[in-house]
Every structure is written in structure tokens, then in C-alpha cells.
């Protein structure tokens, strides 16, 4: 169940932020530890520069940041249109002691001038909420794509993982701009005796 994207995500982290300064708790992590597990893994399998740009797209309460950090990765930025998910990002960074990751309140639909050149582009479920908006989707799925354009480098690697669309939508939505290097194994399900994806993660690469 996803929530608008208006002020009840807003609310979800001002609900996260108190319980993390009440028991130091990071709250729920959105699409759970083995969609961070599996990003980090490709990364290392592939041999991706520790010293690569990152930017994580609606990094929410920052928890994907703090692992890549972990496994080594030294030039993190993370973003969020919503001012609460910053303040908890920054809160969870500052305990875990990794001041090399920034974090900036910023509307990805309109990004700001200084948000360009990164190597490596990371959504999990960014690209969902604004596609659920009941106010012009359509657009702002294309306004997303422009703004990739703009802030990844040519050649430069985006990792998405989504539970609204599958492998051949996202192809489709991302035709413009970006070819699909690879797949990420992600859980299986079975309904109704066929067998499908519940989450789909692509690696696409900017032409």
C-alpha cells in the first residue's frame, strides 16, 4: 500500500524521525533489507569504483546510503522532496558516524543545478510514488526521465527497483535515453499457478 505523494509521506517520517529519537530506531525501511543486499552485491560483483558518484533518489530515511558507506563507497549524496526524511537520514548518519554521505532536501522532478554529473542513479520506489500520483502521472513519469538525463553522466549506470511495473513497462518507460544492461534476481511469487515477480530491478545504463 503506497501512500500520495503529499504530506502523509511527510507524516510517515515525522512518525520515524520521533521514534528514532525516542529508541534509535531507523523505523521501517521501505522494500526491506534484501533490495539493499541485492543493489550492493551487483555493485561489488560488477567491480563499481568505490570512489563512483552515487545518488540516492528519495533516500528516505538514508539507510541504503549507510550500507553502501559500509561496504565502501566514499561519494554518496542522498535526496528527498520531504524535509522530515532528511532531518531522520541525517540523524541516522550522524549515529552511524558517516559524515562523507550528503544529503540535501530536493525536488527530483525539478532538480537543482548543482545535482548533475553522478555515475550511478539508485531508486527503490521513488519512480513507484511518483508514477501513483493521481495528478498527472504521465507527466511526471516523463518530467523523472528528463531529470535523469540531466543529473546522470553519459554511460552512467541506474539501478531501479520497483513493485508497481514490470521488466517490459519499465523498458518502455525508460526507452528514451537508457538501455537495459541487466536484471537483478528479485523473490518470486505464484498466483493462480503462474509465476511472476512482485518486485522487478533493472540496471539500465544512459546512452
Not at 531522520?88 to 527530483?108: P, T, W
Not at 516523463?142 to 543529473?151: A, E, H, Q
Request: charged share 25%.
Amino acid at each position: 500500500s503506497f501512500l500520495p505523494l503529499d504530506s502523509s509521506w511527510d507524516a510517515a517520517y515525522e512518525r520515524e524521525l520521533q521514534t528514532f529519537q525516542d529508541i534509535g530506531d531507523t523505523g521501517e525501511i521501505w522494500f526491506g533489507e534484501e533490495s539493499m543486499v541485492r543493489i550492493i552485491r551487483w555493485l561489488e560483483k560488477h567491480k563499481i569504483p568505490l570512489d563512483s558518484s552515487v545518488l540516492d533518489i528519495g533516500t528516505g530515511n538514508g539507510v541504503l546510503l549507510v550500507e553502501l558507506a559500509k561496504s565502501g563507497y566514499m561519494n554518496l549524496t542522498g535526496i528527498d522532496y520531504s524535509p522530515s526524511a532528511i532531518q531522520l537520514s541525517e540523524k541516522v548518519r550522524d549515529k552511524e558516524g558517516m559524515s562523507n554521505i550528503k544529503l540535501k532536501v530536493e525536488d527530483f522532478l525539478a532538480p537543482s543545478a548543482e545535482l548533475s554529473g553522478f555515475d550511478i542513479c539508485i531508486d527503490k520506489g521513488t519512480f513507484d510514488a511518483i508514477s501513483l500520483d493521481p495528478s498527472d502521472a504521465v507527466g511526471k513519469r516523463k518530467l523523472y526521465v528528463g531529470s535523469l538525463c540531466r543529473v546522470l553522466k553519459p554511460e552512467g549506470l541506474f539501478l531501479i527497483t520497483s513493485c508497481n511495473w514490470t521488466k517490459e513497462e519499465l523498458l518502455n518507460e525508460f526507452r528514451e535515453g537508457f538501455e537495459i544492461l541487466d536484471e537483478l534476481p528479485t523473490p518470486k511469487f505464484c498466483f493462480g499457478g503462474r509465476i511472476g515477480n512482485s518486485v522487478t530491478a533493472l540496471v539500465f545504463q544512459r546512452k
